[in-house]
């Protein structure tokens, strides 16, 4: 489910079909795409997690080194406390201990450059998964963003009680510094924005004034029984005022 805003701002989704969907959204930062994986390897099965991974490499591959991507969800993975050879992208504030699939986690996010957010922030609760018994809990659950993004967020920490049936717990990041911006498709028009500095100029303003006289005066003009057409002639004017006002300030139109 997207908000208005973030269905805007999408430039375009993909999913292999196998628990990992990745969408691409713009945002204000010129040149720059937000790609957000959510992933959900299906089995514990070694072989499968092995080419479940190898599936989530090849759609991070697709995305620019440039782009701000985010890799997220519940990837059965324990990367533990130790981050001993992987201080580049994961802190000391993990759980317990790594597990094989934690390995495979580790090296894919240090093979991309992702930090690991829920190891680098301290919060008491870091549990993501409560087994059915209430005995046992484990962070396998996680939140990533690309390095070269790091400072852009603020928070990850886990939200108890949301009413979502599941054994797991929300893992979100409270605070990411990022804009969306709308994705224009054909058909579509921004609103033109005017530069109305040169209004300080008194010469200018009389020259704006004189233009706008002129293109009113001719519906002033218009004889009685033309009254049906007035709308499109004012349509007209608008458009003529327009490029009045780009011709007076310089203004290129496009």
Not at 176 to 196: C, N, P, R
């Given at each position: 489910m997207l908000s208005k805003e973030a269905r805007k701002a999408l430039k375009g989704w993909e999913s292999d079909g196998s628990g990992i969907i990745k969408a691409s959204f713009k945002i204000k930062k010129k040149g720059i795409t937000l790609n957000t994986i959510q992933c959900y390897p299906p089995t514990n099965d070694n072989n499968e997690d092995d080419q479940s991974y190898e599936r989530?490499?090849?759609?991070?591959?697709?995305?620019?080194?440039?782009?701000?991507?985010?890799?997220?969800?519940?990837?059965?993975?324990?990367?533990?406390?130790?981050?001993?050879?992987?201080?580049?992208i994961m802190g000391r504030h993990g759980l317990r201990e790594r597990n094989e699939n934690?390995?495979?986690?580790?090296?894919?996010?240090?093979?991309?450059?992702?930090?690991?957010?829920?190891?680098?922030?301290?919060?008491?609760?870091?549990?993501?998964?409560?087994?059915?018994?209430?005995?046992?809990?484990?962070q396998v659950d996680h939140l990533c963003i690309n390095k070269n993004f790091r400072r852009s967020m603020g928070n990850v920490r886990t939200r108890r009680g949301a009413d979502i049936t599941l054994d797991h717990h929300l893992i979100v990041a409270t605070t990411?510094?990022?804009?969306?911006?709308?994705?224009?498709?054909?058909?579509?028009?921004?609103?033109?924005?005017?530069?109305?500095?040169f209004l300080r100029n008194p010469d200018k303003i009389n020259d704006v004034k004189i233009a706008l006289s002129n293109s009113y005066q001719a519906l002033q003009d218009l004889p009685k029984e033309k009254e049906a057409t007035r709308g499109k002639s004012c349509k007209r004017r608008k458009y003529e005022t327009t490029i009045s006002y780009n011709e007076e300030t310089g203004r290129e139109i496009w």
């Open positions: 989530l490499q090849s759609i991070i591959a697709k995305c620019s080194i440039k782009d701000l991507t985010i890799l997220m969800g519940d990837l059965n993975a324990k990367v533990g406390m130790d981050n001993t050879g992987y201080e580049d934690g390995d495979r986690f580790a090296n894919l996010c240090a093979s991309n450059k992702e930090v690991i957010g829920g190891t680098t922030f301290p919060h008491k609760r870091k549990a993501t998964w409560l087994s059915p018994d209430h005995t046992t809990e484990n990411i510094k990022l804009k969306l911006k709308k994705q224009w498709t054909a058909g579509e028009t921004a609103l033109q924005g005017f530069d109305t500095a």
